[in-house]
């Protein structure tokens, strides 16, 4: 008896075939067939439920949905499938880049207002451990990576 996910891969393939540029085109006529979300990731409708594009091309190739489809280079309109890996919630925000909220151009290091310094701090394994504080974004920076790394590190992300 088939499962739901193998009727839904079964019907990918009837329905879809991958471009290699990184898109899905409708096997009946060749149409590209996704659209622009807001957050900028292409999406794609199959048996009336939207899935994001990375996602179902990861599916198509793979036959199964990681938890996590995560964008090799970074590039989020990159959906090629050499360029997509599964992963997990850990690995993915450990590539992140810096959130366009940072102001201090340094992953792990924020300004405290109350002290009037940069707070420096990782994450690791869900948990995050507090460096301490410095008179410099990028002082705050070093100490959090030789803290995290056992090295000094200069490349900012």
Same mark, same amino acid.
């Given at each position: %008896?088939? +499962?739901? +996910?193998?009727?839904?891969?079964? *019907?990918?393939? @009837?329905? !879809?075939? !991958? #471009?290699?540029?990184? /898109?899905?085109?409708?096997?009946?006529?060749? %149409?590209?067939?996704? +659209?622009?979300?807001?957050?900028?990731?292409?999406?794609?409708?199959?048996?009336?439920? @939207?899935?994001?594009?990375?996602?179902?091309?990861?599916?198509?190739?793979?036959?199964?949905?990681?938890?996590?489809?995560?964008?090799? /280079?970074?590039?989020?309109?990159?959906?090629?499938?050499?360029?997509? @890996?599964?992963? /997990?919630?850990?690995?993915?925000?450990?590539?992140?880049?810096? $959130?366009?909220?940072?102001?201090?151009?340094? *992953?792990?290091?924020? $300004?405290? *207002?109350? +002290?009037?310094? $940069?707070?420096?701090?990782?994450?690791? #394994?869900?948990?995050?451990? !507090?460096?301490?504080?410095?008179?410099?974004?990028?002082?705050?920076?070093?100490?959090?990576?030789?803290?995290? !790394?056992?090295? %000094?590190?200069?490349?900012?992300?």
């Amino acid at each position: %008896m088939e +499962t739901s +996910t193998e009727n839904l891969w079964r *019907k990918a393939k @009837q329905v !879809y075939n !991958y #471009d290699p540029s990184g /898109d899905l085109r409708l096997t009946s006529n060749g %149409m590209l067939v996704s +659209t622009l979300t807001t957050r900028g990731y292409r999406q794609i409708y199959l048996e009336a439920r @939207q899935y994001l594009l990375h996602r179902l091309i990861f599916f198509w190739h793979h036959g199964y949905f990681p938890k996590i489809v995560d964008h090799i /280079d970074g590039n989020i309109s990159n959906n090629k499938i050499e360029n997509l @890996q599964g992963c /997990d919630q850990k690995v993915n925000i450990e590539k992140a880049k810096l $959130f366009c909220t940072n102001k201090t151009g340094y *992953k792990g290091v924020s $300004f405290n *207002k109350k +002290t009037n310094k $940069f707070e420096a701090y990782y994450w690791k #394994d869900y948990k995050k451990y !507090y460096v301490g504080l410095f008179n410099t974004a990028e002082e705050a920076y070093k100490a959090r990576e030789e803290k995290k !790394y056992g090295r %000094m590190d200069t490349s900012n992300n």
